[in-house]
């Protein structure tokens, strides 16, 4: 398994397991078939509501002894309704409880947008903070300071855009890790360009197009990653599926990615993958696919009311 040094030295998997929309017993097994196979990084989060089973997961594959807690990586993330400084160190405890862990090895702002305390999901402008009242800064203090309690090893961010990475104070920590949608119709060049010179990990989440959320979130001719021609021809040439290539395309490019996997053959074909390697022009063609789309377009955050613009408007 290839592994990222983060910028506070923290060693992270670059491949990971992503867990949105998988819970009860599904989520256990699969996490349990991962650690077995080899997987040591686990992507969760409050609101995933699966916490609790990824818990239990870990605690299972510890138990049977197949690694150690040192031996994993586990990230899960600050839900928008917690953005207020007082509210990030009992929202991080909060979820070390459900996920029955003494700590976190990575600790993520999931979104740029603040809610007011108890909104899981808004329905109306009433739901938010206004921007001016919970500043990015101020919610990035707060982490910078549950990091020094030692309650989570690393912290970084989730869909920040240039725009809100500078909007944190100059002075502050570079985020160790920023967690974004990428594929090869979205390669975030610049985001990637910003994380080389300042020390910024990206981390490539739906990878695969995340096929498998809610109707209601997808556009109408959302493409399908899977049957891009020019994907479908290289898979060929490197005999792996198109979704290897998929993920094979971070890893090659040294950046993380944590598809979501709860068949057991598509978690040993992703770890299979993050063996491929590619060639240098094939990485360019890839490269050369991007149309800047966005398969989870951030539009149901919008709230121009409370000073929120579409959150991926300004690059
Ligand atoms: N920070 C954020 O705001 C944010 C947003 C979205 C996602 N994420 C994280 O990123 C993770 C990945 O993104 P995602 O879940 O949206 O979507 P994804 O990983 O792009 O796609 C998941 C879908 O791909 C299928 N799949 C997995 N491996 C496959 C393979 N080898 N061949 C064919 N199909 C395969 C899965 O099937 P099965 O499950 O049936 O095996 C599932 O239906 C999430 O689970 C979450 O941890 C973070």
New binding site residues.
Partial sequence: MKYITLNDKVRMPALGL?????QGDIVIQAIINAIKMGYRHI???MI?DNEVEVGQAIAKAIDLGLCRREDLFITS?LWNDRHDADDVLPALEASLKRLNLNYLDLY?I??PVAFKSGVILPESSQDYQPLSKAPLAATWKAMEAVKRTGLTKAIGV??FTLHHLESLNADSETPAVN?V?MHPLLTQKALRDYGKKHGMVLTA?????????AEGMKAQDEPDL?ELSELKLMAERYQC?P??LLIAFHINRGDSV??????TT?LS??LAAASIELSKEDLTALEGLNRDYRF?NGHFFDCPEQGYDWVFAHP
């Fill in positions: 992503g867990t949105w929309k998988a992507d969760t989060a995933y993330k993520l999931h979104w989730s869909n967690q949608e989440y739906a990878p695969l197009g995340s096929t498998d959320r899977f599926t979704a290897q944590i598809p979501k996997a709860v068949q598509h074909d992703n989870i």
